[in-house]
């Protein structure tokens, strides 16, 4: 069945640094592909989203882009700042949404 | 605008006994789904209704069901609960049929402790 991996966490950063959280995906049809952020206290939130194959999600200076042939959908942003630290998770949707376990961010001043 | 609303914030129960958790959508949602987030686990999915009807069910035993009400409302059952039924249940909408290309509104989670 349809599944999604993302890496293991915590991950820590100084601020200014890049960040890249990997996300794999097995799906049997063409997903569109979702990273979703849970900043402390608050519910979880949409942060950006592919639709097919090549297309690039892009929000608040974080990108990811649907690469069919690597089955990937990593998250990346150049510069971190310490109120990016939050719990990111990757999801995928076909005939249901699933997410993967999320990936812990803290960011050092 | 409410948001997705879920009640009760707060569940405890004892083994063997059967909780039911309430969502309401973001009205114009006709979309309810059901995740299931334990410590380390991640969001797992448990069910997904759509204008009334169960649309697909996560790989989860039959003791958790759930039911979408005409004002698209829903309710998640569990019953004979377990330890490990102890959780955070997420409930989320979105304003179409079909999960491809929507973006989910997530609700603030029924914590369930079972003792």
């Known amino acids: 069945g349809d599944s999604v991996t993302q890496m293991e966490g915590p991950v820590t950063l100084s601020e200014e640094a890049f960040l890249t959280i990997n996300c794999t995906y097995t799906?049997?049809?063409?997903?569109?592909l979702f990273w979703y952020v849970q900043y402390p206290g608050e519910g979880l939130q949409l942060l950006l989203k592919?639709?097919?194959?090549?297309d690039k999600g892009s929000n608040k200076g974080f990108e990811a882009t649907y690469r069919k042939e690597t089955t990937s959908f990593h998250l990346e942003k150049g510069s971190v700042q310490v109120s990016d630290s939050a719990v990111y998770f990757c999801?995928?949707?076909?005939?249901?949404?699933?997410f993967g376990k999320g990936t812990r961010l803290h960011i050092l001043p | 605008e409410a948001g997705v609303t879920q009640s009760p914030t707060h569940l405890i129960k004892t083994r063997g006994q059967q909780a039911t958790l309430r969502c309401s959508p973001i009205?114009?949602?006709?979309?309810v789904y059901w995740y299931q987030q334990a410590l380390g686990l991640g969001l797992q999915f448990l069910l997904w209704?759509?204008?009334?009807?169960?649309?697909n069910r996560g790989n989860f035993p039959p003791r958790f069901s759930g039911r979408q009400f005409p004002n698209y409302s829903s309710e998640l059952n569990v019953n004979a609960l377990e330890l490990e039924d102890s959780a955070l249940y997420l409930c989320?909408?979105?304003?179409?049929?079909?999960?491809?290309?929507?973006?989910?509104?997530f609700g603030s989670g029924t914590q369930l402790s079972v003792l």
């Open positions: 999801a995928l949707s076909d005939d249901k949404i699933i």
């Open positions: 209704y759509d204008e009334g009807e169960e649309r």
């Open positions: 989320a909408s979105s304003s179409r049929n079909r999960a491809t290309n929507e973006k989910l509104f």
């Open positions: 799906a049997t049809g063409y997903p569109s």
């Open positions: 592919a639709t097919k194959a090549d």
């Open positions: 009205s114009g949602h006709t979309s």
